[in-house]
T-cell receptor, first 115, second 115 residues
């Protein structure tokens, strides 16, 4: 049962433009969301997170938006750079004692930034 | 190094053999997690350790999989009688273990191929 879904397996964007990655979830108990970036042959690298008490979090070129009613979050990268080409994973967790720290991941979106 | 390290980086084994995968978490991190990523899939939670508490083994796919954490630091994931469907990248992560909403830092992974 896939509780976190990234329905776009790939995204191509021109350098300097905005990249928008989408993520949907089904479990209304999720209250913490993260985005990770992964290069080939490396482990995922943390990008940005958001708690369910917020609807937006910004860090430099990266902004995450959370729409709890739609069970949807998105990651905006502005402006996109060639080094942003990677696989991006959305992840979610439930902050209760018996589920402490267990992240549920989406399948990932491959982003390619073209010159 | 300051990051999570895993060994070996690659492992090829024959079906039916046992394998051991090692993870060294970031120094001072009390929480440690194992995930795996099968080809074309997102990361799948396997098990996590938090301090001296009993580990959460709810993600282990079968009783052929086990993990231990010695001295609250290094962890070993053991797969007995490996099967071809066990082929995947096995990723270890660690976190401070102080909050229910905190970043997990990943190692580079062990790529396991079962022939």
């Amino acid at each position: 049962d896939q509780q976190v879904k990234q329905n776009s397996p790939s995204l191509s964007v021109q350098e300097g433009r905005i990249s928008i990655l989408n993520c949907d979830y089904t479990n209304s108990m999720f209250d913490y969301f993260l985005w990770y970036k992964k290069y080939p042959a490396e482990g995922p690298t943390f990008l940005i997170s958001i708690s369910s008490i917020k609807d937006k979090n910004e860090d430099g070129r990266f902004t995450v938006f959370l729409n709890k009613s739609a069970k949807h979050l998105s990651l905006h990268i502005v402006p996109s750079q060639p080094g942003d080409s990677a696989v991006y994973f959305c992840a979610a967790s439930v902050s209760r004692a018996d589920s402490w720290g267990k992240l549920q991941f989406g399948a990932g979106t491959q982003v390619v930034v073209t010159p | 190094g300051a990051g999570v390290s895993q060994s070996p980086s690659n492992k090829v084994t024959e079906k039916g053999k046992d394998v051991e995968l090692r993870c060294d978490p970031i120094s001072g991190h009390t929480a440690l997690y194992w995930y795996r990523q099968s080809l074309g899939q997102g990361l799948e939670f396997l098990i996590y350790f938090q301090g001296n508490s009993a580990p959460d083994k709810s993600g282990l796919p079968s009783d052929r999989f086990s993990a231990e954490r010695t001295g609250g630091s290094v962890s070993t994931l053991t797969i007995q009688r490996t099967q071809q469907e066990d082929s995947a990248v096995y990723l270890c992560a660690s976190s401070l273990g102080q909050s229910k909403q905190e970043t997990q830092y990943f190692g580079p992974g062990t790529r396991l191929l079962v022939l």
